[in-house]
């Protein structure tokens, strides 16, 4: 299927490992060109030059943290006007609500919920002229089926998905669509992370947790982020204009629910 991509610019937030370069590559793979953010250059500008290599489509590589306003500035100043934006940022840290002050949950706000909204108010006027706009949001199954452990990313995107319940629909009528995909199991260094801290809670291995929540999981294993990535390019793509305002849970099956 031709996803009817080719020649957009997208903007795309952590991209140099993780679900964000799974992202990158499905988009690059589509004409799309790029720029990419993360905090790394080293990683950051091994990314840039793989999709480059693999694509042949355009590649600008932003060192910074996107959670800053100076980060945010450098990107949009390289991306002013994307037709698509892929938010993304890597999530709070594991613990106790009982150990977080205000400014532990301020810095979860910042990154998850208030950043994607800074850079969604700056970008959206620009798609609604253009009558094309494609918007993602990485956020996570917690939002779901919250994380007992990860409360402060439970409370900071859970946040972000209200707000854009209310934006999607408000802006459906210009083609300008806005989903968030909330990732399950993927094996990714957040999730190697979670491992780490449950490891010393519990005294167990990381790599005994690991293979009991893989073999856990309906689907036996962890997803990828290749599959992560190509279901954002479809929610990109111009046969999607119909699907706005949704979470679309990725997670191998791993949620017992009906809805």
Do not use: Y
């Amino acid at each position: 299927m031709d996803l009817g991509l080719k020649g957009k610019t997208a903007l795309v937030c952590a991209a140099s490992k993780g679900l964000g370069k799974g992202c990158a590559m499905m988009l690059a793979a589509e004409g799309v060109n790029l720029v990419i953010t993360a905090r790394g250059k080293e990683a950051l500008e091994a990314t840039a030059a793989e999709i480059r290599k693999s694509h042949g489509v355009q590649v600008t590589a932003i060192a910074g943290d996107i959670t800053t306003t100076e980060g945010r500035a450098a990107a949009l100043a390289a991306c002013p006007s994307p037709d698509i934006l892929v938010n993304n940022a890597g999530g709070p840290p594991p613990g106790d609500f009982r150990d977080w002050d205000r400014d532990t949950w301020i810095k979860a706000l910042d990154a998850n919920m208030l950043t994607p909204i800074e850079l969604i108010k700056a970008t959206v006027d620009g798609m609604i002229a253009r009558k094309f706009g494609r918007i993602i949001n990485i956020t996570s199954g917690a939002v779901k089926a919250p994380i007992p452990e990860l409360g402060l990313s439970n409370g900071a995107r859970t946040g972000l998905t209200g707000f854009v319940a209310g934006l999607s629909r408000s802006i459906a009528k210009n083609n300008v669509t806005v989903n968030n995909l909330l990732p399950g199991p993927f094996d990714t260094d957040r999730l190697r992370a979670n491992f780490a801290f449950n490891a010393k809670k519990t005294g167990q291995s990381e790599e005994a947790l690991s293979a009991a929540r893989a073999s856990a999981n309906p689907s036996g294993r962890f997803g990828t982020i290749e599959e992560f990535g190509a279901a954002c390019a479809f929610l990109c793509s111009v046969h999607a204009g119909f699907i706005t305002g949704q979470n679309i849970l990725l997670d191998g099956g791993s949620f017992p629910g009906t809805l």
